[in-house]
C-alpha cells in the first residue's frame, strides 16, 4: 500500500519560497496521479496543483498560478511543489494525494484514495 510523508513546510516571510516535497513508499509512485492540496483553519480542504502519472500534465488552482510549480521525479517516487512569492493566504496544512491506475489527475479531494499526513506551511512577517 503506497504511503506518502510530506515534508519541507515552515515559517517563510511573505514572497518567500519553499519546497514542498512528498516520498512515497511501499508502492511504485508512477502507477499514481499526484495532488496536492491545502487547508487552513476554518476552511474546507482545496485543490492546489495535480500532476499527471506521466508528468505531461498539470493543473493549478487560480491562487496559485504562476508561483507554484508542481513537478515529480519517478524514478526517486518523488513528487515536489515549488512555492515561490509566497503569501499569507497560503498559510495552511499542506497535504500530498495520490490515486492509483489513472493517467489523469483531479483538483478534487475525493479522486485520491492515499493521503500523507501533512506539513504545515505559515506565511507571517
Known amino acids: 500500500q503506497l504511503q506518502l510523508v510530506e515534508s519541507g513546510g515552515g515559517l517563510v516571510q511573505p514572497g518567500g519560497s519553499l519546497r514542498l516535497s512528498c516520498p512515497a513508499s511501499g508502492s511504485t509512485l508512477d502507477y499514481y496521479a499526484v495532488g496536492w492540496f491545502r487547508q487552513a483553519p476554518g476552511k474546507e480542504r482545496e485543490g492546489v496543483s495535480c500532476?499527471?502519472?506521466?508528468?505531461?500534465?498539470?493543473n493549478y488552482a487560480d491562487s496559485v498560478k504562476g508561483r507554484f510549480t508542481i513537478s515529480r521525479d519517478n524514478a526517486k517516487n518523488m513528487v515536489y511543489l515549488q512555492m515561490n512569492s509566497l503569501k499569507p493566504e497560503d498559510t495552511a496544512v499542506y497535504y500530498c494525494?495520490?490515486?492509483?491506475?489513472?493517467?489523469?489527475?483531479?483538483?478534487?479531494?475525493?479522486?485520491?484514495?492515499?493521503w500523507g499526513q501533512g506539513t504545515q506551511v505559515t506565511v507571517s512577517s
Open positions: 494525494a495520490a490515486v492509483l491506475k489513472r493517467f489523469a489527475c483531479a483538483m478534487t479531494s475525493s479522486f485520491y484514495g492515499s
Open positions: 500532476i499527471s502519472r506521466s508528468g505531461g500534465s498539470t
